[in-house]
């Protein structure tokens, strides 16, 4: 990290990922490594007990191993345009936690930022929904929706057998094209013609007309359309800002890009303050 940032590892989180993309294509590998065999098995279990125990799960010892590591997706940000309550355009529905854009967060999420989108604007989306809602309709009671399910330890949830395993439907590769898609040239380091090349191979997929329409079909239908969101919204952001980052637009350009991204089914990508 020495070659990428003066804080090394405790630089931002998008310099991180980027270093280690770099690196992994540098060495031609699939992760890099994180070394915390320094700190005693005493230190790690009570300063990281689940990712310790993790890890432990896997055989990896992190007292005496080193874990490989590589970045996922959690560099992406944005979300579901909400008012300071939750409300989004569309009349009951509502939107909070890391699905939602309230304007609290910037180009680079941070933890703390998460907690409070999920803990206040949850909140305040719940107070609003009862606000908002029909007087006949303000109890839990006549709330839409299954019942949810039952302990796996309680009685009745013991008489029920055990249910098989689903079959992998055809959704399945065209799930697993997404993300390929999405790794290859919507990641980390982006260009334009890639980012073209991703928005014209998503477009190319039929993700609609599921045999046995579903939950799987539903998750598959949302998550091509996400796809397509991030892909169009990083074509049209020509600059480099947080998380996302061009090799082709390297640096920041707040005179026409300092704003959000707003993105409307049928409508371009448009930016506002």
Same mark, same amino acid.
């Given at each position: 990290?020495?070659?990428?940032?003066?804080?090394?590892?405790?630089?931002?989180?998008?310099?991180?990922?980027?270093?280690?993309?770099?690196?992994?294509?540098?060495?031609?590998?699939?992760?890099?490594?994180?070394?915390?065999?320094?700190?005693?098995?005493?230190?790690?279990?009570?300063?990281?007990?689940?990712?310790?125990?993790?890890?432990?799960?896997?055989?990896?010892?992190?007292?005496?191993?080193?874990?490989?590591?590589?970045?996922?997706?959690?560099?992406?940000?944005?979300?579901?345009?909400?008012?300071?309550?939750?409300?989004?355009?569309?009349?009951?529905?509502?939107?909070?936690?890391?699905?939602?854009?309230?304007?609290?967060?910037?180009?680079?999420?941070?933890?703390?930022?998460?907690?409070?989108?999920?803990?206040?604007?949850?909140?305040?989306?719940?107070?609003?929904? %009862? &606000?908002?809602?029909?007087?006949?309709?303000? @109890? /839990?009671?006549?709330? =839409? $929706?299954? !019942? +949810?399910?039952?302990?796996? #330890?309680?009685?009745?949830?013991?008489?029920?057998?055990?249910?098989?395993?689903?079959?992998?439907?055809?959704?399945?590769?065209?799930?697993?094209?997404?993300?390929?898609?999405?790794?290859?040239?919507?990641?980390?380091?982006?260009?334009?013609?890639?980012?073209?090349?991703? %928005? &014209?191979?998503?477009?190319?997929?039929?993700? @609609? /007309?599921?045999?046995? =329409? $579903?939950? !799987? +079909?539903?998750?598959?239908? #949302?998550?091509?359309?996400?796809?397509?969101?991030?892909?169009?919204?990083?074509?049209?952001?020509?600059?480099?800002?947080?998380?996302?980052?061009?090799?082709?637009?390297?640096?920041?350009?707040?005179?026409?890009?300092?704003?959000?991204?707003?993105?409307?089914?049928?409508?371009?990508?448009?930016?506002?303050?």
């Amino acid at each position: 990290m020495k070659r990428y940032h003066e804080a090394q590892e405790l630089a931002p989180r998008d310099i991180v990922a980027r270093a280690i993309v770099s690196e992994m294509q540098r060495t031609q590998s699939t992760h890099v490594f994180l070394d915390m065999t320094k700190k005693s098995e005493e230190f790690l279990k009570k300063r990281f007990p689940r990712i310790y125990e993790t890890c432990r799960g896997y055989g990896l010892d992190l007292a005496t191993d080193m874990a490989p590591v590589c970045p996922a997706a959690h560099y992406m940000m944005g979300g579901v345009k909400t008012d300071l309550w939750g409300r989004t355009s569309l009349a009951g529905l509502y939107a909070a936690g890391e699905t939602a854009a309230t304007g609290v967060h910037g180009a680079n999420r941070l933890a703390s930022n998460s907690l409070l989108e999920g803990l206040v604007f949850g909140a305040r989306a719940g107070q609003a929904m %009862i &606000k908002d809602a029909p007087a006949g309709k303000r @109890s /839990g009671a006549a709330l =839409p $929706g299954s !019942p +949810a399910p039952l302990p796996e #330890n309680s009685s009745a949830a013991q008489k029920e057998p055990p249910k098989a395993a689903p079959k992998p439907l055809p959704a399945c590769s065209r799930l697993t094209k997404i993300r390929d898609v999405m790794w290859r040239e919507v990641g980390i380091l982006r260009r334009g013609k890639e980012l073209a090349e991703a %928005i &014209k191979q998503l477009q190319s997929m039929e993700v @609609s /007309g599921e045999e046995k =329409p $579903g939950r !799987p +079909a539903r998750e598959l239908r #949302n998550l091509h359309a996400l796809a397509l969101l991030i892909a169009r919204s990083a074509l049209a952001r020509e600059e480099s800002r947080g998380s996302h980052y061009r090799s082709d637009f390297a640096f920041r350009n707040d005179e026409d890009f300092g704003k959000h991204s707003a993105v409307q089914k049928g409508e371009e990508v448009r930016f506002e303050e």
